[in-house]
């Protein structure tokens, strides 16, 4: 091979010219065909091969000693670390499946059964402190399932007494215990010894099942092998990562990658696992992996999965958007959650029943790993810490590296590893998003890796806030001064090794690589810092487009006027109507649900003004069906879909953009429609049944009348 340092510029550029050619090739490859996902997958790894060859021969110091060995291979650890887990990426991602089609011939099957024949299922909603205002819409949707023999229990270890009113007020089961023995996983195992259907659906307080869940779903369970069936979470809010930065519209939520193409593939080796809510379990399959959820770990839906591998039973994964809930809606909510993904994940590298327990398959102990995590934060701190090394210490991560050799050998490879996700993941990988909010969280989440690693047990499960609960505002003080702090390093080491009175680094050359680097990380650390920033909520409740016809009349009064509807929520409408002042009384009819009674806050100019209502927050017949029919109904699988490029250019934009200045108005509070007491239930095992349900058939022609 000749001397890539005096090689001309087109060898120089070779490799990476045929990599963005072969990417541009695999996009016009059929994606959901497997042989195209192993040659775009086989393609990667011959480029990463060839990295690996230069890396491991050229740019480690193998004959040196003192901190420049030491530093070198501690970013060389981290990188093959990061590595590791990309080949099992990858992996998931060659065997991508789509479980649509045998959906669609499962729920034909059942439709040619009598009702009577359809299995009886339990449909179990746990929850612990979450307001009514997040719980009426799980409790409602459930309610309004399409299915016949369904009992819907709604499993309270707060022993709250307003929500066991009102679970008698809607007809559904309610059950308390004694204790919270085992948080979630001890109350749906206590839920469990009460009910006795041979199916077990399973909701988090905040998911909102959609009408088909069940018809969707329950047909796998024709194969005696499958133990569960696991749908996506989807969401109906925007996540921290769209709110903070305004991309709303501009960005899919952060977890579409991994539900719509990390899952799906997961599936294809038979590896998906159940995550918590949203999933269907057999009984007999609970039965057989020790009589419920296993209670080591604060992730148990994870260690369920592998105690039922090791039963012979399999999670089948339907990638289709059948139940809805809420993101984490503050930055507080954001790491709660994470924190506790990420404790229960190590966690179960210390238990007999994890992946490096007994009679499990080498895939699933591969793909049950939970390195990710800790991969993820290394190589992003990393990424940001070296150059700082470099600048201000002189001591290199990579050695007898070039411009020239960084060109031919490191570029193609990060245009492959990204570029081969990008394709595989079939538009739901936007890079920069994943590297802000990876960066983001990294340094919050390593030390909690850390810690659990040195201490396994011993941590509180800590139930993500919801709903009121969860309310935005203020910011993540200590994140925005390490982010402005290590950006601050970045510029000043650039400026002091740009001055040839002053530089530190011995080869000069190096500074303008090195500087293309350290602007990637400014970049990425301004957009993280902006991320730190919590936006207040813009509205008490979500608001969903409509266009429909609605009709006003006020209240006391004949007269009828009718407008055009341009969103609705459960506390309020906004629409284009004529005839109407502000702070009138008004009754609202909308199809399908009935007359809301409201009250004009405000009317807007033009000859047909938008109008403000906000509903009055009394429980009522029509506030359900207007519940049902926005959280059931109004959902489809038509996620946000936005381009690469489009997600990029509006990520890139929030630098300049002046839309972060605009203060929103927040919404005024809605009440709830029971507002809750704060007592709580004597400590006893409470369970009173659910009232008998009418046929699916009925309840939903009477929530349409």
């Known amino acids: 091979m000749p001397d890539i340092n005096t090689a001309a510029p087109l060898l120089v550029f070779a490799p ?40 491991l021969g050229s740019t480690i110091p193998w004959g040196a000693s003192g901190p420049a060995l030491a530093f070198a291979l501690a970013c060389l650890a981290v990188e093959l670390f990061a590595i590791f887990d990309a080949i099992i990426l990858y992996a998931a991602l060659a065997r991508r499946t789509n479980r649509s089609a045998e959906a669609d011939a499962h729920e034909a099957r059942l439709r040619t059964r009598p009702e009577a024949e359809w299995p009886a299922v339990d449909m179990l909603i746990a929850t612990y402190n979450e307001p009514l205002d997040v719980l009426e819409k799980t409790i409602l949707g459930a309610r309004a399932l399409d299915w016949p023999s369904l009992n819907v229990w709604v499993a309270d270890d707060g022993r709250r007494p307003w929500l066991r009113d009102y679970c008698a007020a809607k007809g559904v089961g309610y059950i308390t215990r004694p204790d919270n023995a085992h948080a979630k996983a001890g109350n749906i195992n206590h839920a469990l010894g009460v009910t006795s259907a041979p199916y077990v659906a399973v909701l988090d ?62 599936d294809g080796w038979d590896a998906a696992f159940c995550c918590g809510s949203n999933s269907i379990t057999r009984r007999t399959a609970f039965e057989a992996a020790g009589g419920g959820l296993p209670t080591g770990s604060i992730t148990e839906d994870m260690l369920l999965t592998l105690a039922l591998l090791r039963q012979g039973f399999i999670t089948r994964y ?35 029943e994890g992946p490096l327990g007994p009679n499990l398959r080498l895939r ?13 934060c290394l190589m992003l701190i990393t990424s940001l810490i070296a150059p700082l090394v470099f600048l201000f210490l002189d001591v290199p991560p990579l050695v007898n590296v070039t411009a020239e050799a960084a060109i031919f050998h490191l570029v193609p490879m990060v245009l492959a590893t990204v570029g081969g996700i990008v394709v595989l993941g079939g538009g739901r990988y936007y890079p920069l998003a994943a590297q802000v909010l990876g960066t983001f969280q990294s340094f919050r989440l ?81 957009l993280a810092a902006m991320l730190c920033l919590q936006m207040p909520a813009l509205r008490a409740e979500e608001r969903f487009a409509s266009d429909e016809q609605v009709v006003l009349r006020r209240r006391g009064s004949d007269l009828v006027h009718t407008g055009r509807a341009i969103d609705i929520s459960v506390s309020g409408i906004a629409l284009r109507a004529d005839g109407v002042a502000a702070g009138e009384a008004v009754l609202v009819n909308l199809a399908g649900v009935g007359s809301l009674p409201g009250t004009v806050m405000r009317v807007g100019r033009g000859e047909t003004p938008m109008v403000g209502i906000a509903f009055a927050p009394d429980d009522s017949p029509e506030r359900d069906r207007l519940i049902t029919r926005l959280f059931t109904r109004r959902q489809n699988s038509e996620l946000l879909r936005v381009p690469l490029w489009q997600a990029s250019k509006a990520l890139f934009s929030r630098i300049w953009s002046a839309e972060m200045a605009l203060k929103p108005q927040a919404a005024a509070a809605v009440p709830a429609a029971l507002p809750p007491p704060p007592e709580k239930l004597p400590a006893m095992t409470r369970v009173i049944p659910p009232q008998r349900r009418p046929s699916a058939r009925n309840t939903q022609e009477k929530l349409m009348a």
């Open 205 to 266: 307080a905040d998911f909102v099942p959609q009408t088909g869940f069940l018809t969707r779903t329950m047909g796998f369970f024709e194969d005696p092998g499958i133990g569960i069936v696991q749908i996506p979470h989807a969401f109906y809010n925007h996540d921290p990562l769209q709110s903070n930065l305004a991309l709303r519209d501009a960005l899919p939520d952060d977890q579409r990658f991994f539900f719509e193409a990390i899952m799906p593939g997961r």
């Open 318 to 352: 339907l990638n289709e958007p059948l139940a809805f809930g809420l993101a984490p809606e503050s930055l507080a909510a954001f790491f709660v959650q994470r924190a506790r993904w990420a404790q229960g994940a190590m966690q179960i590298l210390f238990l007999k």
């Open 446 to 526: 390593l030390p909690v890796i850390v810690q659990t690693l040195i201490k396994p047990h011993g941590h509180a499960f800590k139930v993500t806030p919801k709903g009121a609960d969860a309310a935005g505002g203020g910011y993540e003080r200590g994140l925005l001064a390490t982010f402005a702090a290590i950006a601050l390093a970045t510029f000043a080491g650039l400026i002091i090794n740009a001055l040839p009175d002053w530089r530190i680094v011995a080869q000069g050359a190096l500074v303008p690589m090195v500087a293309f680097w350290c602007g990637l990380n400014i970049i990425t650390l301004f």
């Open 364 to 376: 699933h102990r591969i793909f049950f790993l939970p390195t990710a995590w800790a991969s993820q």
């Open 16 to 55: 990476l010219l045929l990599v963005a050619a072969g990417l541009l090739v695999a996009t016009m490859l059929p994606m959901h065909r497997e042989p195209a996902r192993l040659a775009v997958a086989g393609g990667v790894g011959l480029v990463l091969l060839g990295y690996l060859h230069w890396r």
